[in-house]
């Protein structure tokens, strides 16, 4: 017997991916290359909605290297085939049919038309070139007013409207809380604002790759995705494939933040390409591509009404959001913009509350799931709105929040959106949080410099947010209408010398799941951290699973590892004792080892992988094997909570904002390994400050996207961001064995309305009571200068690397 | 056009299109895709390589312009089984995610530290302005070239992976970790 060991749960491991990535030894799917493969590149729309009269395909035929060129007509000669929207958030939604290649018209810009499959890449792009298609040009639908206006023209006429859906909860129709407009009829103080969510791209480093092989009789396809499970189950139905006949394979994935949650038109088309070719066909896009034709996110409209008593209590919220889909939806579509029905009431106690939604097709990219999905938007809103209501007040904006929040002593408390919260302590994280940003003394420096008239303000933004993630539970998904469940899989298999593998259903692409699902088999089977190999992204090996995203892989997937090693466990000690011809109820298992309890006879569990292999000497009707599954579904979501704070200097004279310093207390429950909570945090926190600083997709009024490369969309670079303070507080979870709540959406969805709190606070006594984001020098010098009214002005194409006026053509 | 490139101690003679970037010839011709490509318009750095000693973005160079010359990549870095200085202070502080930029945020990193040694944090920021990364934030990995900068002895840097007459240098980059 070994002294106890040091749990693995908990430790700064560092990570195991880390050593093939550091040395350039990787697998992305773009460096696959397969004998006879050939290369697919697609001529994609220059303009945002026209009917396209004619395609001549022939002169690019005759290109050398050219093997074929295909139209949708020739992909789909039915029509018949659409992407899947997996979510009809109502079931009169709209929903336009999405095709491989354009069929009959484009409707935006960007979205491919024709494929070129050529013996090398660049004969494929110069093919391009050289294919003749006619546009028609038809009216372009722009913006979300003109959108749902009377009369607007509509993006897709069979469709008749522009208008996709309208979702609404209200709480008094719920039975969880009052009617809305009494409350804000009845209370003395009203404040309403209208925030834009500006339309983001998810940026993901990796550009979108895919290899099909349809040269074995299961066809085999490696995608850069993060739902390879979603994606064979989807490619098979959107195809008609047999299922069984398709192998889906996510090598090393470069990211995704909901990016690469999606089912394309591009990996639909390879597939099919492919099998009329029966050859393995890539295609790998170009960043310019990814700019236009991979899915963007956020594009909301938000009109918040929020309504309170004198001494700050509120009594009411009312939130009506326009969330612009683009030109189709996308596998989850209308379904992001209602997740934030949940969230909008936040930490807070709010006795009456109803939130409509419409979704609205333009003639733009679509949007879909970019980090967060739906609770940064809502949390924007209310935390936002807050500040104003604060200011409204006159109170200091944390006194209100602390007068409305739910109280560390009132969980679980079941709020007006009827989420139940199962834990959480906003006044030790917020105490925490104070105490590291120096508060009161950052307070007392903004009253000097106002006083003073100080050229350069400070500003002090709060954002003490909360997030419903893990997502899961399958019955809760099924009521909102859902098409999936929300469980996920996972398996271990004892090998014989006692090593182990583990298979999981989530699909990392950044996350370190090799690591950290490593630390918590280790403490459950009391193996070594590096005895255990996790096997993952392979339909074969890993034939079940529902992905990563929506903070759900640890929540829900690290859960199922647990229950599957309880089941190795639980087989083991029944051969151990009879190994050890001891009652099964003797037997303690502690460190890898089952011990007689007062004996110091001893097996570890190693031998008794070993023993289950030979098979030489087990129980009667015991089965030769300790490898286990489980699926885990759990009951509730679960939610990380927070106190952001942002200190930032306000140049007055050039409108620059300065991020003096950013401090989170961060409260996700029990931490697996500190190190990588701590990357997920600024990651997190990179990209919502990005939002609020720096970035935002541009279309000009012909719908071409203006901020179309990385040279005018404006991805922060190490330069325009400042250190983070970060810290946590620990209040388990109760929904699950590990009390663990989700991390990687936590930093992206409470520090954009921060950082947007602390710009406002520090030019409010000018007169602002918002800016647009993203905050540009320019808005916020408008919005100092000229009061508020123009603080919204037309969105400009990057800040400063080469950007293009949007009025003079794009970077298109 | 016919070039001759040394690339991690190898010489390779090929023909190759003179439109033939140098991040393609890595990758397609020389099977050497350790090194990426994450844009078009020479913005991400993920695509960075060490060109005749210095940094480069392999996306704006053309094969034919590293004719007669010698390229280091991420793959070329670990000497006798050991980790450069930078790939370990990487791998010691988190300072990658996904993992996609990290080739070239490391071989950046290893220029600048040849040009400043000792950088202070906003000397390794403004030194690493052209790399993009979407998952870290960047802080990590400011912690970790600085880091490595405290593992790395004087003078290491792209000169000291030259290899000359098809011998390694055994100084300088390698270090003491």
């Known amino acids: ?812 | 056009m016919r070039i001759t490139v040394t690339v991690d101690g190898t010489g390779y003679t090929d023909d190759v299109e003179p439109r033939t970037l140098l991040v393609h010839h890595l990758r397609e011709k020389l099977g050497k895709t350790g090194t990426v490509v994450g844009c078009d318009t020479s913005n991400c750095g993920a695509c960075t390589v060490h060109l005749n000693g210095q940094s480069v973005k392999s996306c704006s160079v053309l094969a034919v312009q590293a004719d007669g010359g010698e390229v280091n990549t991420v793959e070329g870095l670990a000497r006798d089984g050991q980790l450069h200085p930078v790939q370990q202070a990487f791998r010691d502080n988190h300072a990658l995610q996904c993992g996609f930029c990290t080739p070239g945020m490391i071989m950046q990193s290893i220029d600048l530290l040849a040009d400043n040694p000792n950088p202070d944090e906003e000397a390794v920021r403004e030194g690493l302005e052209g790399n993009l990364c979407r998952c870290t934030g960047y802080q990590n990995i400011v912690r970790a070239v600085r880091d490595a900068a405290g593992h790395m002895r004087p003078g290491a840097g792209p000169a000291a992976e030259q290899v000359a007459d098809g011998e390694r240098t055994t100084t300088g980059a390698r270090g003491d970790v």
């Open chain 1, 1 to 812: 017997m070994t002294a106890m060991a040091e749990p693995e749960v908990g430790r700064a491991r560092v990570r195991k991916e880390d050593e093939r990535l550091i040395a350039g030894r990787t697998r992305w799917t773009d460096n696959i290359t397969l004998p006879g493969m050939v290369h697919m590149a697609l001529l994609r729309s220059p303009t945002a909605h026209a009917r396209i009269s004619a395609i001549d395909t022939s002169a690019a035929k005759e290109m050398p290297g050219v093997i074929a060129v295909y139209t949708g007509d020739d992909l789909d000669p039915g029509g018949e085939v659409g992407m899947p929207n997996a979510w009809p958030i109502t079931p009169d939604q709209k929903t336009p049919r999405r095709p491989m290649l354009a069929q009959g018209t484009v409707n935006f810009a960007g979205e491919a038309v024709a494929a070129v499959i050529a013996r090398s890449s660049a004969e494929a792009e110069d093919a391009l070139a050289e294919i003749d298609v006619d546009y028609e040009d038809l009216p372009v639908v722009l913006g979300l007013d003109n959108a749902v206006a009377d009369g607007a023209p509509l993006v897709h006429e069979d469709l008749g409207t522009n208008t996709s859906a309208e979702w609404i909860f209200d709480s008094a129709e719920a039975g969880s809380g009052g009617d809305v407009q009494q409350a804000i009829s009845s209370s003395e103080v009203v404040v309403t604002r209208r925030f834009r969510q500006q339309r983001l791209v998810p940026a993901f480093m990796e550009p979108r790759s895919v290899v099909v092989d349809p040269t074995a009789p299961q066809l085999t396809m490696w995608s850069a995705t993060q739902v390879p499970h979603i994606l064979k189950t989807m490619v098979a139905m959107t195809l008609g494939l047999p299922e069984h006949q398709v192998r889906v394979i996510a090598p090393d994935v470069g990211g995704g933040f909901g990016g690469k949650l999606a089912v394309t038109p591009e990996e639909c088309a390879a597939v099919v390409v492919a099998q009329k070719l029966g050859k393995p066909v890539k295609w790998t896009e170009s960043r310019s591509e990814t700019m236009v034709a991979a899915h963007h996110g956020r594009d909301q409209m938000q009109d918040i009404t929020i309504s309170a008593s004198r001494d700050g209590t509120v009594t009411g919220l009312k939130v009506d959001l326009l969330a612009d889909m683009g030109a189709y939806l996308g596998i989850v579509g209308g379904g992001v913009p209602v997740l934030g029905a949940f969230m909008f009431n936040a930490i807070y106690k709010i006795p009456a509350y109803r939130f409509s939604c419409t979704t609205v097709l333009t003639n733009t990219t679509l949007t879909d799931a970019y980090r967060g999905a739906g609770r940064p938007e809502a949390t924007f809103g209310i935390e936002r709105i807050m500040d104003e209501l604060a200011a409204e007040l006159g109170m200091d904006p944390m006194a209100l929040r602390e007068k409305n929040w739910i109280a560390h002593d009132e969980f679980p408390y079941t709020t007006v959106s009827t989420l139940t919260y199962d834990s959480g302590n906003y006044e030790a994280a917020t105490a925490k949080a104070m105490q590291l940003f120096d508060y009161d003394g950052l307070r007392r420096e903004q009253a000097e410099r106002r006083e003073r008239g100080d050229k350069v303000q400070l500003g002090i933004g709060i954002s003490t947010f909360t997030e419903m993630c893990g997502l899961a539970p399958s019955r809760v998904l099924g009521s909102l209408d859902y098409g999936a469940g929300g469980w996920e899989h996972a398996a271990i298999r004892m090998l014989p010398t006692g090593k182990v593998e583990v298979v999981t259903g989530a699909s990392p692409h950044g996350q370190g799941h090799e690591t950290a699902w490593s630390q918590i088999v280790a403490d459950q089977l009391g193996v070594g951290f590096d005895d255990i190999e996790i096997l993952h992204g392979d339909t074969q090996s890993s034939h079940k699973g529902l992905d990563t995203y929506g903070s759900r892989s640890l929540t829900v997937g690290g859960i199922a590892v647990v229950k599957a090693a309880e089941k190795v466990i639980a087989k083991a000690r029944t051969v151990a004792a009879h190994l050890m011809e001891a009652a099964e109820e003797d037997l303690e298992f502690a460190d890898g080892t089952f011990t007689v309890r007062g004996t110091d006879t001893s097996t570890a569990i190693q031998d008794v992988a070993l023993a289950v292999f030979a098979a030489h000497n087990l129980p009667d009707g015991v089965e030769p094997t300790l490898d286990s599954e489980a699926v885990f579904d759990p009951e509730n979501f679960s939610f990380p909570h927070g106190t952001h704070l942002c200190a930032t200097e306000v140049d007055t004279e050039t409108g620059r904002v300065r991020l003096r310093s950013y401090v989170c207390v961060d409260d996700i429950g029990n931490v697996i390994n500190p190190l990588i909570v701590e990357g997920q945090m600024h990651g997190g926190l990179a990209q919502g400050i990005a939002q609020a600083l720096y970035e935002e997709a541009v279309y000009d009024e012909f719908g071409t996207l203006t901020s179309g490369t990385f040279a005018d969309y404006l991805v922060p670079s190490a330069m325009d961001l400042p250190s983070f303070t970060t810290d946590r507080t620990e209040t388990a979870a109760t929904s699950n064995p590990l009390g663990v709540k989700g991390v990687g959406e936590a930093g992206t969805i409470a520090s954009t309305p921060a950082v947007v709190n602390a710009v406002v606070d520090a030019v409010r006594h000018r007169g602002v009571q918002d800016i647009e984001m993203p905050l540009s020098p320019m808005r916020v010098w408008h919005a100092v200068h000229q009061g508020n009214a123009a603080a919204g002005t037309e969105g400009e194409a990057g800040g400063g690397l080469g950007s293009i006026d949007p009025a003079h053509g794009g970077a298109q």
